[in-house]
């Protein structure tokens, strides 16, 4: 008989063991089941029912419904045929999916219509403006307002007749193929609106500034507005002020000593972003002493074309984001659709200054059910704590830890990349101070799980803080992506604890450690830890004890959603 505590370590030792080749039959089966089983389609993300979509477009609040705009292709899983849909929401968490809001139909947009932005123009009337691929293949941006202000769904544009009203010319030395996702318009203190636009010169990446008197003509500004050496096309971009103290949102248009101004862009996979100030003076953005380049993230995972808006119900900044699929483009099309939209989160600047705070909306949490809460208690280096009474797959987890003996963290010589450093010190190499965390859609015998941890190090006498999200041993099917992402947290751990919320959905992660201040999400797709198989775990493999001082967890409610 081997006893309870034994069995744990026997289980936790089975982590770091290979793969069980038994399972891979039950592999193929899952990969080839009913076309209507859909263990991977997400419950209380936003998500239309069938399709490929993309980018978030133009979010707002207006008539007390929010509404979300969207890449999204009618005639299959794969991109194409963009045009954009359109759903409406109460709450940000339920959603009804209307006809599509923009198609093409105009010279200016006849071979798509990409990426965009609302404006809440004076009496609250919105306007769009948005990308569209003319028929010269070239970008060009265009103006559509509502055909009928008094439908709260806004399900019916009309686009200017004179479109487009921004575009490349030989003067304004424009490549025409990178001239692309107008901002949400703000008024300067003259009256006149002002939109950014992202494009790029050769390898240098810019957001290009224009004005207007009445929103239809449009005037470049001689200077860009900021630009980077070697970013390459700026896609996305988003500019908004943030109040230098507390966590309320501000209108766009919002300017004064009481903010600083927030600059992002879509770079590479990723979006980045600075914090700095407007000067009004000259129109130009002035990044902070030392950010000069875009050095913070809101994701350090898959999270990529966001666009923020003032919801002026809540008096909040809200972010949308678009999650990618990590499997492959058969799968998809299998699977009937592709990408989802993050859940919407809350985002004010840190009380440091030094970067943004993001958070999961209040209205997520309407969702959870039958909570489970342990108490605190020691998990000793080399122990794997089993959390039951939960949907594992369709979870809210919050935990905290505690550590005291820093001084046998781990000692990082040089530098490194933090999604580096979590490929090279996954969850199955120990060290005196972690991996310490989750594992979540974790299989029985644990042939599939994703980790999610912190890791303390020394770096230059200082104690720097880890977190990574480990994907490499998330499926038995290798045609999934498998990365492993990294961040590094600003807390200090000696003066406070180190928290972690995470939110599985089916076939995405989304972490927030530090209370926000880092943020990775992830998509996996197990083979074996799917719908009730799934289980939920807290870890430490490391070789010193850590503190759980709090550990909540709730079952996520389906969302009403189309």
Not at 380 to 388: F, V
Request: hydrophobic residues 35%.
């Amino acid at each position: 008989m081997i006893m309870p505590t034994m069995c744990l370590l026997i289980l936790f030792s089975v982590i770091y063991g290979s793969v069980a080749t038994h399972h891979f039959s039950r592999n193929l089966q899952t990969l080839s089941s009913d076309s209507n089983d859909q263990p991977y389609r997400t419950a209380y993300h936003f998500q239309p029912p069938k399709n490929w979509i993309n980018d978030p477009n133009g979010p707002m609040r207006y008539g007390g419904l929010y509404h979300l705009f969207y890449q999204y292709n009618p005639k299959g899983a794969v991109w194409g045929n963009i045009v954009w849909g359109h759903s409406v929401s109460k709450d940000l968490v339920n959603w009804t999916t209307l006809d599509p809001a923009i198609f093409p139909s105009q010279p200016s947009d006849i071979n798509g219509c990409w990426s965009g932005s609302t404006t809440l123009l004076p009496g609250n009337k919105p306007a769009i403006l948005y990308t569209g691929i003319d028929s010269m293949k070239n970008e060009v941006q265009n103006l559509a307002k509502p055909k009928n202000l008094s439908d709260p769904f806004l399900r019916e544009w009309d686009k200017f007749p004179q479109n487009p009203v921004m575009q490349p010319t030989s003067d304004n030395k424009i490549v025409p193929d990178s001239f692309r996702d107008p901002t949400t318009a703000w008024l300067g203190q003259d009256g006149h609106w002002r939109v950014l636009v992202g494009s790029r010169r050769r390898t240098r990446g810019m957001a290009l500034l224009y004005r207007s008197k009445d929103f239809v003509n449009w005037v470049q500004a001689k200077h860009p507005f900021y630009s980077t050496k070697d970013s390459g096309m700026w896609e996305c971009p988003d500019f908004f002020p943030v109040l230098k103290n507390g966590q309320l949102g501000v209108e766009t248009s919002v300017n004064g000593d009481d903010v600083r101004h927030v600059l992002k862009a879509s770079l590479k996979g990723h979006d980045d972003y600075i914090i700095g100030n407007y000067n009004t003076a000259k129109d130009v953005f002035v990044p902070d002493k030392g950010f000069d380049e875009f050095v913070l993230r809101f994701d350090y995972g898959k999270y990529y074309a966001s666009k923020s808006f003032f919801d002026d119900g809540k008096k909040r900044r809200v972010l949308l984001g678009w999650v990618d699929e990590s499997s492959s483009e058969a799968d998809d099309i299998k699977k009937g659709w592709s990408g989802i939209i993050a859940i919407p989160r809350a985002i004010w600047l840190h009380r440091s200054g030094k970067q943004l705070v993001q958070w999961p909306v209040m209205e997520i949490e309407k969702l959870r059910a039958n909570p489970v809460s342990l108490p605190p208690q020691v998990l000793k280096g080399g122990q794997l704590l089993q959390i039951n009474g939960v949907t594992a797959t369709q979870a809210d987890v919050e935990i905290s830890f505690e550590v005291s003996k820093l001084i046998e963290a781990e000692v990082l010589e040089n530098w490194t990349d933090p999604q580096i450093l979590c490929s090279q010190k996954g969850s199955s190499i120990k060290s005196e101070l972690g991996p310490f965390g989750l594992l979540v859609f974790a299989s029985e015998g644990l042939e599939e799980f994703t980790s999610v941890f912190f890791r303390i190090f020394k770096y230059q006498n200082k104690n720097l803080v880890l977190l990574c999200s480990d994907q490499s041993r998330s499926s038995l099917n290798k045609d999934n992506g498998l990365t492993t992402y990294g961040a590094f947290v600003d807390v200090e751990p000696l003066h406070e604890q180190l928290s972690l919320r995470t939110l599985t959905d089916h076939s995405v992660l989304e972490s927030f450690g530090g209370e926000g201040r880092a943020c990775i999400t992830a998509r996996v797709y197990p083979t074996l830890a799917i719908n009730d198989k799934a289980q939920l775990y807290a870890f430490n493999n490391g070789t010193a004890d850590v503190n759980i001082t709090r550990l909540n967890v709730w079952s996520m409610k389906k969302a009403q959603i189309n």
